[in-house]
Structures are given as structure tokens and as C-alpha cells.
């Protein structure tokens, strides 16, 4: 088993590689005119806010 150092560097890296791709899609999908990306960022994080204690107990359930 690797380190935790080790382990919490590559979840950091995922996270941050998720980050990149979701952004660098919403700006494609937005230049070619599918998608309004800032008009789905507002809509994605008011569902967030919204469900918070749904994605949190969701969270915890899977850990």
C-alpha cells in the first residue's frame, strides 16, 4: 500500500485533472454553441446548494 502522503498527492492530482477536463468541455461545448457555460456552471451549483445534504449524506454512505 502506498504512503498517505503518496495517496492524498494522487487524489489531489485527479481532483485537479477532473477540474482541467470539465472546464476545457464546458469551453468546447460553449464555442461550438451547445452550451452557455456560465448560465450551466449558476444552474449546476444552485442544484448543489440546494441538495447539499443529499450529496453530503451520499458522500459519507459510500465511505
Excluded: C, H, W
Excluded at 20 to 39: N, Q, T
Excluded at 52 to 63: I, S, V
Amino acid at each position: 500500500m502506498a504512503p498517505p502522503g503518496e495517496i492524498m498527492s494522487r487524489a489531489i492530482f485527479e481532483l485537479s485533472y477532473q477540474e482541467v477536463f470539465l472546464d476545457l468541455l464546458l469551453k468546447k461545448l460553449e464555442e461550438k454553441g451547445i452550451l452557455k457555460a456560465e448560465e450551466f456552471k449558476n444552474e449546476i451549483q444552485r442544484e448543489i446548494e440546494q441538495n447539499y445534504g443529499f450529496y453530503l449524506d451520499k458522500y459519507y454512505a459510500e465511505r
